[in-house]
């Protein structure tokens, strides 16, 4: 079953004294490529984050954030700027009696002591971080996104194939159509031929040799079997295949070239209203299939 890049997954769980919560979004990106949001103390298992997600997802922009909340505070833990509050309260105060005509103590004093900077949460150490718990948060997210990324995955499936399907149903079309396409170039050819008969004089075996290799140049038999196989092959790795899609979407390239050579060369008005409808499931192909792993 393929997968979709574009996954989500959230974890949030409770250990000792930490509120831990993590989030990982996922897109689509040729390469692994990481960006996180945590906290200082996160800096000595970095790389070993980085594997872990790189292990995982294989592939993708992905956006990765982890909060840890203290839910139990030493008095160790909470610093308060004294000095910084009663510049607050005192401004605070001041601004009171020069507006109102009387002080609000209470409500400055919330006021000043809920101020930028007055209390401080001092910063954890890593030694403090609760490891074990945060890998595993970190792991039930991934286990979710990649679930994200295999229900996407499926739909994404089904989709490919029936832009597939479409692109068979046009090159039976283009069979159809191209059985009597010969036959009706070497009639058109010979009616302008015998309209000028009577003012050059035309010689039958060169003209002959000379059709020949027209219809030759004109012929896409070999297009339309190359297209076949590709067509073939990529609903074989799309259906049998993980990861697949840097290789769909090489495929889907070979099919373009196939397709565009086949309206260059019908010279038939018909096929190359057809080759415009394959052109655009091609599209579709090729566009979905940039968010395949």
Not at 161 to 172: A, C, F, R
Request: negative net charge.
């Amino acid at each position: 079953m393929q997968q979709s890049m574009t996954g989500y997954g959230q974890d949030e769980r409770r250990s000792e004294k930490f509120l831990i919560k993590t989030e990982i979004k996922s897109l689509n990106s040729k390469f692994f490529d990481l960006t996180a949001r945590y906290g200082k103390e996160f800096a000595p298992k970095e790389i070993e984050i980085r594997n872990v997600l790189s292990e995982q997802l294989k592939r993708g922009k992905i956006m990765l954030t982890i909060e840890l909340v203290l839910t139990e505070a030493a008095d160790s833990d909470v610093q308060v700027d004294e000095a910084l509050f009663k510049a607050y309260f005192n401004k605070f105060n001041a601004l009171s009696q020069e507006v109102a005509g009387t002080a609000t103590n209470n409500g400055v004093f919330e006021l000043a002591l809920n101020a930028p900077e007055v209390i401080k949460q001092q910063e954890l150490d890593s030694d403090r971080v609760p490891w074990d718990d945060v890998f595993d948060s970190i792991l039930k997210t991934v286990h979710k996104c990649v679930q994200f990324r295999k229900d996407e995955g499926a739909a994404l499936e089904e989709k490919l194939s029936d832009y597939t399907i479409q692109i068979k149903k046009g090159l039976e079309m283009i069979e159809e159509s191209d059985e009597n396409r010969a036959a009706n170039i070497r009639a058109r050819i010979q009616k302008n031929l015998d309209e000028i008969r009577d003012k050059v004089q035309v010689d039958e075996n060169r003209f002959e040799q000379e059709l020949i290799y027209y219809l030759e140049k004109l012929d896409i038999t070999e297009e339309k079997v190359r297209l076949t196989q590709h067509l073939d092959y990529f609903i074989q790795i799309l259906k049998g295949e993980e990861q697949a899609g840097k290789k769909l979407g090489f495929l889907a390239q070979e099919m373009g070239r196939e397709i565009n050579t086949i309206g260059s060369k019908a010279n038939d008005a018909e096929i190359q209203r057809i080759v415009v409808m394959m052109k655009d499931e091609l599209e579709k192909i090729k566009e979905q299939s940039l968010n395949i792993l």
